[in-house]
């Protein structure tokens, strides 16, 4: 199974990259969402923050007060490596489980930290969205309501660009319109298809 590894900073545009492939018959796995999957209500991972922290992690509907759980580990860091060491080991599993589900030609695995962590070793080829940074402040500002400082903290917390593309065997420039972007993604999926196809026949 060829699985393409996509990824990009923050306002990079990786969601509109995976909706273009999704359209195209493409599954698409996410990191994000295994992480929520993996504390979700009735889940092992949300039992073991709870037994941990206490019930004044959860909010009234019993799922996860992630806001308050982030100000704990982001002044703990003891306590982010206890999380750290609980949860990356349940989003690994999740993110095979969903791997190995996948019926179409290829699959993708969309994650925003894939070059920082071990997930980089699930994947054959790693796709980078690469936008130039100041496009980064301006999108992720308008979309979050966020001020540039506080989007300029989260790209500092991420790879940097030059790293991220030391990674990449293939890059999305996405500094141009929508339609700019579904073009560079159809061509890609032809080569991704052929690739798919001598994996097969190796």
């Known amino acids: 199974m060829l699985i393409i590894g996509v990824t990009g900073g923050i306002g990079s545009g990786k969601t509109a990259v995976t909706n273009a492939f999704s359209e195209l018959g493409i599954t698409i796995v996410d990191a994000d969402i295994a992480a929520r999957t993996v504390v979700a209500v009735g889940s092992q991972g949300l039992n073991e923050i709870t037994k941990h922290f206490g019930d004044d992690i959860l909010l009234n509907d019993g799922t996860l007060d992630r806001a308050k759980l982030r100000?704990?580990?982001?002044?703990?860091?003891?306590?982010?490596?206890?999380?750290?060491?609980?949860?990356?080991?349940?989003?690994?599993?999740e993110i095979k489980t969903e791997l190995a589900a996948s019926t179409s030609p290829y699959t993708i695995l969309v994650s925003p930290l894939l070059v920082e962590s071990s997930q980089k070793a699930f994947v054959n080829r790693i796709l980078v969205v690469d936008v130039p940074v100041e496009l980064q402040i301006q999108r992720t500002s308008k979309r979050d309501n966020n001020t540039s400082q506080q989007v300029q903290a989260i790209i500092q917390s991420q790879a940097d660009r030059d790293?991220?593309?030391?990674?990449?065997?293939?890059?999305?420039?996405?500094?141009q319109s929508l339609e700019h972007l579904q073009q560079q993604v159809a061509q890609l999926h032809k080569q991704y298809l052929s690739f798919s196809e001598l994996n097969h026949e190796s």
Not at 164 to 174: E, F, G, K, Q, T
């Open 71 to 93: 100000n704990i580990i982001f002044s703990d860091p003891n306590e982010k490596k206890w999380l750290e060491n609980l949860t990356h080991p349940l989003i690994r599993e």
């Open 163 to 175: 790293t991220r593309l030391s990674y990449a065997d293939d890059v999305i420039v996405n500094d």
